[in-house]
């Protein structure tokens, strides 16, 4: 039930989890690319096409 309470604590914001996540993850390691974030995420690149493009549109992240 942790993961809830994370989320209901991120939803005031409108963000999701993996949002969260990626933004912090560009914080610390200082712009990385998008093939370095898919990298130490564990996931395809292509993969976070969509939430970049979201939290870019939201004026969060800039490429």
Known sequence: MQSGRFAAGLQPHGLRAKQF???NLVDLADGPSQHE???R????PS???ATI???EARELLER
Not at 41 to 44: A, F, R, V
Request: aromatic share 0%; charged share 25%; proline share 0%.
């Open 21 to 23: 996540v990626l933004l």
């Open 37 to 39: 974030l898919g990298r």
């Open 41 to 44: 995420l564990g996931l395809d």
């Open 47 to 49: 993969g976070l096409v």
């Open 53 to 55: 493009d979201e939290l």
